[in-house]
């Protein structure tokens, strides 16, 4: 049962431009919601979050929007830069699973220079 | 501060074998959790040991099993691997189990022949 879905495997942007990754989640018990970059031979690294009392939350090039009708979130990142070039993991957490955190698939996010 | 360490970061082992892996949190960090990432799964969650105990558990087979020492590192194990266990298996600890934001290792690379 994947409760966090992100269906794209993969993201290709020009440098400069905005980069727009998906999600969507099924379980509306989910509270806290978080986007994870993941280098090559490296653990993934916090990026940012949302909680659901909100719809937006913003720190530098990276905004985060949540739509909760909608079950959707979304990570954009303005202007995109080559050094963005990683894998990007949405989170979810809360519910009646307790406080596990429960990631998607993840997307590969390309920019080219 | 030192991160979240896992050991060993590659191993290969043959099927029907069994492995141990280990994690030590970050200092002051109680809550640790397990994952394993494969291509296109992105990353499920295993289980999360808090004050030594079980806390949360996921949909894997009992072949995999973990625990948690008092000072908070942590040991998952594998028995009767099979070629499918092959993966990516990463730790993650946060200060308590209703922290939101995981801080991970850089995982433990298990090839299985």
Redesign the interface.
Known sequence: DQQVKQNSPSLSVQEGRISILNCDYTNSMFDYFLWYKKYPAEGPTFLISISSIKDKNEDGRFTVFLNKSAKHLSLHIVPSQPGDSAVYFCAASGGTGGFKTIFGAGTRLFVKA | KAG?TQTPRYLIKTRGQQVTLSCSPISGHRSV?W?QQTP??????LF?YFSETQ??K?NFPGRFSGRQFSNSRSEMNVSTLELGDSALY?C?SRIN???????????SRLTVL
């Not at chain 2, 296109?40 to 969650?45: A, R």
């Not at chain 2, 189990?97 to 995982?107: D, E, I, K």
């Open positions: 979240v959790s994952y296109g799964q992105g990353l499920q969650f999360e806390r949360n996921g990463l993650a189990s209703g922290a939101n934001v995981l801080t991970f290792g850089a995982g």
